[in-house]
């Protein structure tokens, strides 16, 4: 992959993080953009300037907006979107690369894939954590910022891939620090439940 290409593997990482966050609204934008001339589209995906595909991202965002404002709907809806918003990511990388090496095409859609699935896996456990509210204005609140947060970064993706990628590498570090403390957390859980036991039957003897 040449130097030339590093903008637009930024674009990726960028829109990937969006897609974690709100795909069809990435593939909306994506596409109206490439219509309207804002953004050259590579090759691969000037088929999402398509009014048909535009339309129907579109409508599934709408669908999405207002699914991830209703409490537990949300999280069901992210459930559904784990085997929907990772493949897709990667399918865009691997569609916009089509001119450079399969090694180097299959490393992005990897690397795609796994920027999509470390910001869906963070909205996902923040949205789980906030619904454990009974209230639903933290719930809204948290949705309208992920929108918000969607258009940010698909800005950042357009005009300064390079800063997308760097954001794009900060959403996988702080997955990874959250995988890591959930795994200390349910190893200290079941120490815990093992230990008890064990105390109780030491009292009792």
């Known amino acids: 992959m040449s130097a030339d290409q590093l903008p637009l593997l930024g674009l990726l990482l960028g829109a990937s993080v969006a897609s974690g966050l709100r795909l069809y609204a990435t593939v909306a934008v994506l596409g109206f953009l490439g219509r309207s001339g804002a953004l050259t589209l590579p090759a691969g995906l000037q088929v999402l300037a398509h009014p048909w595909v535009i339309l129907v991202a579109t409508s599934l965002y709408l669908v999405e907006f207002l699914a991830d404002k209703i409490p537990l709907v949300d999280s069901v809806w992210d459930v559904v979107h784990t085997f929907i918003r990772v493949p897709a990511a990667g399918l865009l990388a691997w569609a916009a690369l089509a001119d450079v090496p399969e090694l180097w095409r299959v490393l992005a859609a990897l690397c795609c894939g796994g ?79 093992r230990i008890e036991p064990e105390a109780e039957a030491a009292v009792l003897q």
Request: proline content about 4%; charged content about 15%; hydrophobic content about 60%.
């Open 115 to 193: 920027v999509a699935l470390s910001t869906h896996g963070l909205k996902s456990s923040a949205r789980a954590a906030i619904n454990t509210s009974p209230e639903p204005v933290t719930n809204w609140l948290a949705s309208l910022a992920e929108d918000g947060a969607t258009a940010f970064l698909l800005f950042l993706a357009v005009k300064y891939p390079l800063v997308a990628a760097i954001v794009a590498a900060l959403v996988v570090i702080a997955a990874a620090l959250l995988v890591t403390w959930m795994t200390r957390v349910v190893r200290r859980f079941f120490r815990r439940r």
